[in-house]
């Protein structure tokens, strides 16, 4: 009589699994070489926009990558859910560094706008590439710690960026905050190429029915976001009219790029991206008032000011390693219940500094309880984001996610620096207004939180 032969067990998968570590490092590394981008350039901009004499176009370099990188995540969710997250991250890849390399050598402001908007496009295209990586590569017990090692990713950058682009500014020149990104791009891009091969097999090879329409309801709100942008950064009855003229475009075209039952919260994948909009529009109309408030109520210093913002990124980091190493919640909807709880009572805490006598240490502790909170609800939306997309729509999910995301955040810009200029200064109803907005997004995404549930199927 011949024993069985034991077949072995499959070694556990993890982050850093041998079938999975390259993937990691590389798409780690390019979530962390767009945030530095992102923050580096404003620190940059000043110095670029005196040396090449442009600052009449100081709003479009930061307007116009906004738009097209609307545009590229419609675009890339089309293109991923066509043909695999392969073309549309080598793509990506390829615009980006091209946009920098372009920026970098840049002789005039107008140039460098172009530049500009090319690092946009191709930015956008990653981002959304990724999400359809994570959701066709990494197991499902494994999408909350990869999506929490991306907002780590994050925090690095945004303590360090700034600064260091400053030093670039001063001792080398700020060619090369555009310039050294492209050595470390290529790269990392080059550790995720041997897991993309593997992925692009599973999906249709046609664009879906109306990916030509979406495109053209892509430009139209990315035109809308640009002059919502630009309309943010001006003053009196011009700033009122962009203003109200971006929001009259943007509620024409996002409706048809997000899905539909948005606006009223359908229960499922509706609430999960409405959920994610107003979680950014809280966390940044707070985030953008903060250094104003205690440099100019409570006489903090930059530094000072910078460093309470440097609070709650760090407990977002700490939320999103704890929402990646729980184990799965009862429902759906408990970590994004906790997170927004924490979004509400930090955001709403922060208006504790315009109380005069009190200390300053329970807005800080506050802020730091709202960056918490979106370390707790960011990954665990995303995870829901795939759970509920069929594997042919993972790539427009994914850029409905981050497209509701983008134009809330820069929907509360506009308004936020409308209602901080509506008085001669800045002053503490401002501030207590903007908090006050914050703390209701909050408070209304906590609210119809249960609803990220699907209805059973019958």
Do not use: K
């Amino acid at each position: 009589m011949t024993s069985a032969t034991a077949v072995p067990a499959d070694p556990p998968v993890d982050l850093w699994s041998p079938r999975l570590r390259a993937m990691t490092v590389g798409s780690v590394a390019l979530v962390s070489l767009l945030a530095f981008e992102a923050l580096a350039v404003g620190t940059a901009m000043p110095t670029v926009a005196r040396s090449l004499d442009g600052l009449g176009l100081y709003a479009l370099a930061f307007g116009g990558p906004f738009a097209s990188g609307v545009v590229a995540m419609v675009a890339s969710g089309i293109w991923c859910d066509a043909r695999g997250p392969r073309q549309a991250m080598w793509h990506g890849v390829v615009w980006f560094v091209a946009g920098l390399v372009v920026a970098g050598a840049a002789t005039t402001m107008e140039v460098l706008v172009v530049g500009r908007v090319v690092q946009g496009f191709g930015s956008g295209l990653v981002s959304v590439a990724l999400y359809v990586v994570v959701g066709q590569a990494y197991p499902e017990q494994l999408r909350r710690r990869i999506f929490a090692a991306f907002a780590a990713a994050w925090v690095v950058p945004s303590l360090v960026g700034p600064a260091l682009a400053g030093l670039i500014v001063e001792h080398l020149g700020w060619r090369w905050v555009f310039l050294a990104v492209p050595a470390v791009a290529i790269p990392a891009a080059l550790l995720v190429q041997p897991g993309l091969r593997a992925l692009t097999a599973t999906v249709a090879t046609r664009p879906p029915a109306g990916a030509l329409a979406r495109i053209g309801w892509a430009c139209g709100a990315g035109a809308s976001a640009a002059l919502l942008h630009y309309g943010g950064q001006q003053r009196g009855v011009l700033a009122a009219g962009l203003i109200a003229a971006a929001l009259a475009g943007l509620l024409v075209c996002v409706p048809h790029l997000l899905p539909a039952g948005f606006l009223r919260a359908a229960r499922g994948l509706p609430t999960v991206i409405g959920l994610r909009a107003l979680a950014s529009a809280a966390f940044v109309a707070a985030e953008v008032v903060i250094p104003l408030m205690l440099s100019r109520e409570r006489g903090f210093s930059p530094t000072g000011a910078g460093l309470v913002l440097t609070v709650g990124a760090l407990s977002w980091s700490v939320g999103s390693w704890i929402q990646g190493r729980i184990g799965s919640p009862r429902s759906a909807a408990t970590l994004p219940r906790a997170g927004l709880a924490c979004i509400t009572i930090g955001t709403a805490g922060v208006a504790s500094a315009l109380v005069p006598g009190l200390p300053v240490l329970p807005a800080v502790l506050s802020w730091s309880v709202a960056g918490l909170g979106m370390g707790l609800l960011y990954p665990s939306l995303s995870v829901l984001t795939l759970e509920q997309s069929a594997p042919a729509e993972q790539g427009r999910n994914s850029s409905a996610l981050q497209l509701g995301d983008s134009l809330a955040a820069a929907t509360v810009l506009a308004l936020t620096g409308a209602v901080l200029a509506a008085g001669a200064s800045p002053g503490p109803a401002g501030y207590a207004t903007t908090l006050a907005v914050a703390a209701a997004c909050g408070l209304l995404g906590l609210v119809v939180a249960g609803r990220v549930v699907p209805r059973p199927t019958p």
